[in-house]
């Protein structure tokens, strides 16, 4: 059975820095893609970023690129979302997610396409 655990929320102030990981394990696991995605209060989970762990190409949503960076420690099924400048509309409920197979880049930047998901971690951001 694989499982995804997030770890890394909390609560800073605007302007601030996170740093989530994503640790997988799982006898059996294997993935394609890492994705992160968040769930505001009242709002549709959206999209994050993306990384492949075949040779670590990224993809970020317009609101985060430039403050955001997803990576990826290929030895450790461990992967990163380092949040900086952060915003108080970032705050949310962030889950990472991994999808097995390959999938075009369309598919990779919606949730329903992926097969695992955490349990999630509340990040929360005050102005």
């Known amino acids: 059975q694989v499982q995804l655990v997030e770890s890394g929320g909390g609560a800073v102030q605007a302007g601030g820095s996170l740093r989530l990981s994503c640790a997988a394990s799982g006898r059996t696991f294997s993935s394609y893609a890492m994705g992160w995605f968040r769930q505001g209060s009242g709002k549709e989970r959206e999209f994050v970023a993306v990384?492949?762990?075949?040779?670590?190409?990224?993809d970020y949503a317009d609101s985060v690129k430039g403050r955001f960076t997803i990576s990826s420690d290929n030895a450790k099924n461990t992967v990163y979302l380092q949040m900086n400048s952060l915003k108080p509309e970032d705050t949310a409920v962030y889950y990472c997610a991994a999808v097995k197979r390959p999938q075009s880049e369309w598919q990779l930047l919606r949730h329903r396409y992926y097969d695992y998901w955490g349990q999630g971690t509340q990040v929360t951001v005050s102005s």
């Open positions: 990384i492949k762990w075949s040779g670590g190409s990224t």
